[in-house]
Nanobody, 125 residues
Framework: QVQLVESGGGSVRAGGSLRLSCAAS????????MAWFRQAPGSEREGVAA???????SYADSVKGRFTISQENDKNTVHLHLNSLKPEDTAMYYC???????????????????WGQGTQVTVSS
């Protein structure tokens, strides 16, 4: 199972930016699809963005044009760049890894079998 360690959360004012990072280790076979999810209190965990090993990306409509997911293959690290942050972006953000051959869509938690511990992002108005 892949081990994931997130970093980079924090508190910012609306309109600000943050960068989250996720360091992955423990691959036993092919590289996984990597994704970021978020969960606000009282809400379900939702997919924010995902990136395949080849670089193809997907985004939730709520973050398109504001967030960018990227990867550093030589470091097995995935980043999430959060720009133009809004108070409604406040949540715990989780990194996840899953099979590129999974039958569930990228935004489904069922696609992923490895999760990080989460990093808090708080956006004030």
């Amino acid at each position: 199972q892949v081990q994931l360690v997130e970093s980079g959360g924090g508190s910012v004012r609306a309109g600000g930016s943050l960068r989250l990072s996720c360091a992955a280790s423990g691959y036993t076979s092919s590289k996984p699809i990597m994704a970021w999810f978020r969960q606000a209190p009282g809400s379900e965990r939702e997919g924010v963005a995902a990136i395949y090993p080849g670089g193809t990306t997907s985004y939730a409509d709520s973050v398109k044009g504001r967030f960018t997911i990227s990867q550093e293959n030589d470091k097995n690290t995935v980043h999430l760049h959060l720009n133009s942050l809004k108070p409604e972006d406040t949540a715990m953000y989780y990194c996840a890894a899953g099979s590129v051959y999974g039958i569930f869509p990228w935004s489904s938690v069922r696609r992923y079998n490895s999760w990080g511990q989460g990093t808090q992002v708080t956006v004030s108005s």
